[in-house]
């Protein structure tokens, strides 16, 4: 069982699930992305290897090691909306940046 900070055990669920998409989708989004730049396959892959080790130790961050499972409680609907909107928007603006490729010279 995973600790946080203070020693207290931490559900390791919600970290292993983002630690792990966060890795595919840099391993299957990061080379062919950066080959499309004109990088090359080992550099992509060296590139792709960094942002998912970033991915990893900012997910343990915010899923682990400043975790407060006392803190937890009823979201309001507000701040739950607001959430959604920002989720989309910036999974819209992923969308928008992984098809920069797409358009060519």
């Known amino acids: 069982m995973l600790e946080n900070d203070r020693g207290e055990a931490v559900d390791p ?13 840099c391993y299957s989004f990061g080379p062919g992305y950066l080959l499309a730049f ?12 960094v942002a998912a080790l970033a ?3 900012v997910a343990y961050h915010r ?6 499972p006392e803190h937890r ?3 309001p609907a507000e701040a739950r909306v607001r959430r959604l909107l920002v989720g989309a928007l910036a999974v819209a603006g992923v969308f928008v940046l992984l098809s920069v490729p797409l358009l060519g010279p």
């Open 13 to 25: 669920v919600p970290f292993l699930v983002v630690a792990t998409l966060g890795a595919l989708v």
């Open 38 to 49: 004109g990088v090359g396959v080992a550099e992509g892959l060296a590139v792709s290897t």
């Open 55 to 57: 991915t990893t130790a």
């Open 63 to 68: 899923f682990v090691r400043t975790r407060r």
């Open 73 to 75: 409680g009823e979201i």
